[in-house]
């Protein structure tokens, strides 16, 4: 196992003691949520879970947790999921997985927000990790060009792509596309991640600002605490 897969292990294993017996909880999306899942399932709990992607319902039905509906609930009490990076005030980039709209609904809802990543997605300002957009299909060249218009008011000029799948567009649960941004830089997350909401054809983009309560971060030999 390298060192970046035991952090993510360590830091699956360490959200899974925050969960408690009854709770309900949201289940996030990629290779370090999956240790957590994999960690609370363990447990043996009686719980209530909502995924974040149908892969991970996929992950959480093998191992014996119940799903429930979103709407089946109107709080959640705590999701853990990964980040691609964590930045300043706990802002995160997410949705390199492609789950960024369904994940973005399940934090809305959740009491506790808990991130957990290995060390390497920690950095000092965000915007080296391509930004994900999701985009709905009808018209998403029209939408990329607004989206590049808002870019450049924030001072990003870097390519905008649309993520394929070989030689087709990927497409998301939602059955949307996804644009990524490369941004080098992105100094004030929370105005960017404004104006791209107001544009139209935009369903969801992946600067999650504000949303994190706490992080859990891999480090070699222990897990930090992150706080806003
Ligand atoms: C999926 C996500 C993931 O949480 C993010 O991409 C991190 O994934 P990984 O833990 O595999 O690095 O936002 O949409």
New binding site residues.
């Given amino acids: 196992m390298t060192d970046a897969e035991r952090q993510?292990q360590a830091v699956g294993q360490a959200a899974a003691e925050l969960v408690r017996n009854g709770m309900v909880v949201g289940l996030?999306?990629?290779?370090?949520?999956k240790w957590f899942v994999e960690a609370v399932a363990a447990r043996k709990l009686d719980l209530s879970c909502v995924p974040t992607s149908v892969e991970t319902a996929h992950l959480a039905t093998r191992l014996g947790l119940r799903l429930i509906e979103m709407d089946a609930v109107e709080r959640i009490d705590i999701t853990v999921?990964?980040?691609?990076e964590i930045g300043p005030d706990l802002a995160l980039i997410?949705?390199?997985?492609?789950?960024?709209l369904r994940?973005k609904l399940v934090w809305a809802v959740s009491d506790r927000c808990v991130v957990i990543?290995d060390g390497s997605k920690h950095v000092a300002r965000l915007g080296a990790f391509p930004l994900p957009i999701e985009v709905v299909p009808f018209g998403h060249r029209t939408t990329a060009a607004r989206i590049r218009d808002v870019l450049h008011a924030s001072g990003i000029d870097g390519p905008l792509r649309l993520r394929m799948d070989g030689s087709v567009p990927r497409v998301t649960d939602n059955g949307n596309l996804i644009y990524d941004a490369q941004c080098g830089a992105i100094d004030d997350p929370g105005t960017l991640a404004a104006r791209l909401k107001a544009t139209t054809g935009v369903v969801e983009h992946?600067i999650f600002f504000g949303m994190a309560t706490e992080g859990l971060l891999g480090t070699d030999g222990e897990v930090r605490r992150l706080t806003r």
């Fill in positions: 993510k996030g999306t990629g290779s370090t949520a999921d990964g980040a691609d997410k949705g390199g997985g492609g789950a960024l994940e990543a992946g």
